[in-house]
């Protein structure tokens, strides 16, 4: 009995932690929707950089360990991963929080079809279906222009490369799952940050941007909630089956949906909330499917 409320509590806590991480990643998103004056690229690096401040500042005072193991897979996580987010902080201001969000979260799907691919993992029926659903629901989302006229269009080259994003997500979690049979959490978020700060350090000091007191501000605080967020999933996924953390994850397009919608005035048509809820709904079927997917 003693052991069972234990287990109820310590499941609770990583609840309250994952969810707490989940309201961090929608006030990073409505900042980064706030900041679109700001290019994507600077956006990121302050991402990055203060990603790597606070692991740095948390591992000089021995709260946490830094040990890297399969450096290869840690490049290509990283690569792969922080390619992802230049992208969905690239389409934020281009598509709207709420349709940028959902279109990048659909990465569970890809990573499941990745994982049977490069992991040889069994894909069931559920799956299967799964995937074709959230495909669709991509579609009809990627070809909504606002034109209510138009039964079906083809995806814009924005939506499109979001997609690409997605799909580079995908290809991310499956190297995260490859690596947490070698290397701890922060590692990989580590090797995230690092490598993604590589990716965007020349364009992002390229690019003419004065953003003065107020932009760079901004530009921390997109990198505070943004870091918080991932440590905060962290520390839930201890206590936390993965499956059960994923979905809880989940909330966070729906939550940008709706912060798109009240707070920015972004529009909503019927075939972008059929769209949205067709991915969302794969994305769930998905997640519960493959239990040990890894965190994003």
């Not at 505070?224 to 839930?236: D, I, K, N, P």
């Not at 994305?283 to 519960?288: G, K, N, P, W």
């Amino acid at each position: 009995m003693r052991d069972r409320l234990g287990a109820t509590t310590q499941e609770s806590k990583g609840a309250m932690l994952i969810l707490a991480s989940t309201a961090a990643f929608c006030v990073m998103s409505a900042l980064v929707r706030y900041a679109s004056d700001i290019d994507p690229y600077k956006t990121t690096l302050f991402r990055f950089v203060i990603g790597l401040g606070i692991l740095g500042t948390a591992a000089l005072f021995g709260r946490i360990k830094l040990r890297f193991t399969h450096g290869p897979l840690l490049f290509l996580r990283g690569l792969f991963g922080g390619t992802a987010i230049l992208i969905f902080f690239w389409s934020i201001p281009k598509l709207g929080v709420g349709k940028a969000t959902v279109l990048i979260y659909s990465f569970p799907i890809f990573g499941s079809l990745f994982s049977a691919i490069f992991l040889n993992e069994r894909v069931g029926l559920a799956q299967v279906a799964a995937m074709l659903v959230a495909f669709g629901g991509v579609g009809l989302l990627a070809s909504d222009h606002g034109r209510a006229a138009a039964l079906w269009s083809l995806p814009g080259r924005h939506e499109l490369v979001t997609i690409v994003g997605a799909m580079l997500g995908g290809i991310a979690l499956v190297l995260v799952k490859k690596l947490h049979d070698t290397d701890s959490s922060y590692a990989i978020f580590f090797a995230q940050c690092v490598i993604g700060l590589w990716v965007v350090v020349v364009p992002a000091n390229v690019v003419p941007c004065a953003i003065g007191w107020t932009g760079g501000l901004l530009l921390v605080a997109i990198g505070v909630t943004s870091a918080v967020g991932q440590l905060l999933s962290t520390e839930g996924y201890r206590y936390l089956p993965v499956m059960t953390g994923s979905l809880l994850g989940m909330l966070v397009p729906v939550l940008n949906y709706a912060a798109g919608v009240t707070m920015f005035g972004e529009p909503i048509s019927a075939r972008s909330l059929i769209g949205s809820a067709a991915v969302l709904g794969a994305s769930v079927v998905a997640l519960r499917k493959n239990k040990n997917l890894s965190e994003r």
